[in-house]
T-cell receptor
């Protein structure tokens, strides 16, 4: 069974600084996908970034990048130049089933950006 | 940009009542999902739906739950007899083709269900 572990319940970062949110995963699949979603206080789930297990390059999307270390089974999210609007819950997820594409989520990290 | 929509945004119901949560997935998408998130907890998979049938369901998705795609656009989640512990945010999601080639699951804004 797939599992995601996010060990940081909360993180603080100053505006304009970079921050890394940790995520480790466990899966028996040879081919898998890793995702990060942002959930602001309004509740919606916003897709941020995806990393495929066979992608050789770390994924990047604007200020978001994914530090993918396959041997360590980690997929940390790096947010550069933090903004006040980045304050939210961040969830890491792994594709739980190749056939049905269900997502298995971690418990999340609450990021607070302060001025 | 296409989006998944959900109605209502907030539903309050009494224990034992039936509720139907509605979702309109993105029009050319083929795979549909329901997830739930109890307040302050992680998002949990409930059920996936493809080709007019359930393709996978979790332990949470017991006989009290059912899903339907009645008219080719709506995708509904019904809870037959709600319990207090069904209070949660319910998210609908969809993807186009399935498999790792379609990497982004588009989530709707959620329906907050409160059972009193």
């Amino acid at each position: 069974a797939q599992k995601i572990t996010q060990t940081q319940p909360g993180m603080f970062v100053q505006e304009k600084e970079a921050v890394t949110l940790d995520c480790t995963y466990d899966t028996s699949d040879q081919s898998y996908g890793l995702f990060w979603y942002k959930q602001p206080s309004s509740g919606e789930m916003i897709f941020l970034i995806y990393q495929g297990s066979y992608d050789e390059q770390n994924a990047t999307e604007g200020r978001y990048s994914l530090n993918f270390q396959k041997a360590r089974k980690s997929a940390n999210l790096v947010i550069s130049a933090s903004q006040l609007g980045d304050s939210a819950m961040y969830f890491c997820a792994v594709l739980g089933s190749y056939n049905t594409d269900k997502l298995i989520f971690g418990t999340g990290t609450r990021l607070q950006v302060f001025p | 940009e296409p989006e998944v929509t959900q109605t209502p945004s907030h539903q309050v119901t009494q224990m034992g009542q039936e509720v139907i949560l509605r979702c309109v997935p993105i029009s050319n998408h083929l795979y549909f999902y329901w997830y739930r998130q109890i307040l302050g907890q992680k998002v949990e998979f409930l059920v996936s739906f493809y080709n007019n049938e359930i393709s996978e369901k979790s332990e949470i998705f017991d006989d009290q739950f059912s899903v339907e795609r009645p008219d080719g656009s709506n995708f509904t989640l019904k809870i037959r007899s709600t319990k207090l512990e069904d209070s949660a945010m319910y998210f609908c999601a969809s993807i186009g083709f399935g498999g790792l080639s379609s990497y982004e699951q588009y989530f709707g804004p959620g329906t907050r269900l409160t059972v009193t």
